[in-house]
């Protein structure tokens, strides 16, 4: 397993041995913090905003002690003067010991890593990846669990378009699941990741209700339905109240569920369900932290 | 002796077991229209694999490997004859490439391949029916979705 120099690009290109051991890595830097970046710069180039996932890239690399220098939107940059993606890199790449790049254009965190000679770590690429999510999202529920294996785990909400479910369900695939996918007819997982589980003897199950599906779960995965992928609005306002968990939803739920959320959240999730015990999502986003952490200072091989 | 539908050629490539409705698109791909020797067409012969088949017998043409890839991609129960004085001198049936480089475009238009210069890479993960990964922005897509490069 070597991890100095590599590109963090996609889920898909990890093992998982490789994630486990991401993870362990991850949870030792959290217990015992190490200035393992220390006189080294991270470059986030941000051709989009993303306040939280860059805040928490700069949060890691600064408790690694390493210095942060970049841009927070290409408004600001030679982009807006029509520079390309990989002239920008090729420059940027002189100045950084590591880049860290999140663009609205799916394959654009692809590209950058083959313009850069530093490594290169996709901080999301419009619909397509964002690895640094997933290995967070697998910290939670590792940390929350104790394990990744034979864990039953319910995705809800816009499984068609969700870039986040599309990854954890790839993710998750290598740790023998039982899958249950709760979403509108429009926004069902798309047969491409069905065929993938089918393939790896997954078990799943599709339903549009919540209830009683989420009753047996050890995990659920809410995630923000958009208006804009619904032609109707009429077919919107019905789904968003439908698919709304309350303390009521979770009344008859086991009592370790643990209920995930990407952030942000709308009205998916209501504000009652924070303190019940079931909430982790907060934890969720605090755990992009250590997770960031260790994949900085994996391929910077200040850890081997 | 048997009866030959379409006329022999000297040297040249025969393109054979491809189905009717293919022989536009290896028309295409092999810009024939612009190839200035005789090319001959027959859709719909009798075969005993396919049921009807077409045959493309193209005059002084030896393919290079990137058309008979684009071949395979969009043809691929296609076999091709080298004739040399109007023998069959090699009988090859084309095969898929397990990777594409700057052959198809990226049907996604939010792919970085669509927006900057840069040569699209699809791997195939499946041979039938035919599916490709964008190397880039990781879309599979079939058949239907796959447009050459010009």
Known sequence: MVFKDRDVISINDF???????????AKNLEQNPKPLAKGKIMAPLFFEPSTRTRMSFIAA??????E????????????????????????????TDLIVIRHPLEGAARLAAEASSKPVINAGDGANQHPTQTLLDLYTIWKTKGGLTNLKIGLLGDLKYGR????LVTAMAHFNPKFTFISPEALKMPDSYLIMLDENKIQYTETEEILPAINDLDILYVTRIQKERFPDPIEYERYKGAYRITKNTLSSVKK????????????EICKEVDNTGHAIYFEQAANGIPVREALIALVLGKIK | MKELKVSAIKKGTVIDHIHSEEVFKVMDILKLEKHPEMTSIAINLGSKKMGKKAIIKIENKFLTKKEVDKIAIFCPTASLNIIKNYKVAEKTKVRLPETFENVIKCPNPN????HEEVDTQFRVIKKTPVLMKCHYCERIIDKDHFELVS
Request: contains cysteine; positive net charge; proline residues 3%.
């Open chain 1, 15 to 25: 093992s998982k041995d490789e994630i486990l051991y991401v993870l362990k890595i």
């Open chain 1, 61 to 66: 690399m600064e408790r690694l002690e390493g």
């Open chain 1, 68 to 95: 942060v220098d970049g841009f927070a939107s290409s408004k600001i940059t030679s982009v807006k003067k029509g520079e390309t993606l990989w002239d920008t890199v090729k420059t940027v790449e002189k100045y």
């Open chain 1, 164 to 167: 986040t479910v599309h990854s």
């Open chain 1, 256 to 267: 370790d569920l643990k209920i995930m959320h990407p952030l942000p959240r709308v009205n």
């Open chain 2, 111 to 114: 792919c970085i391949t669509n």
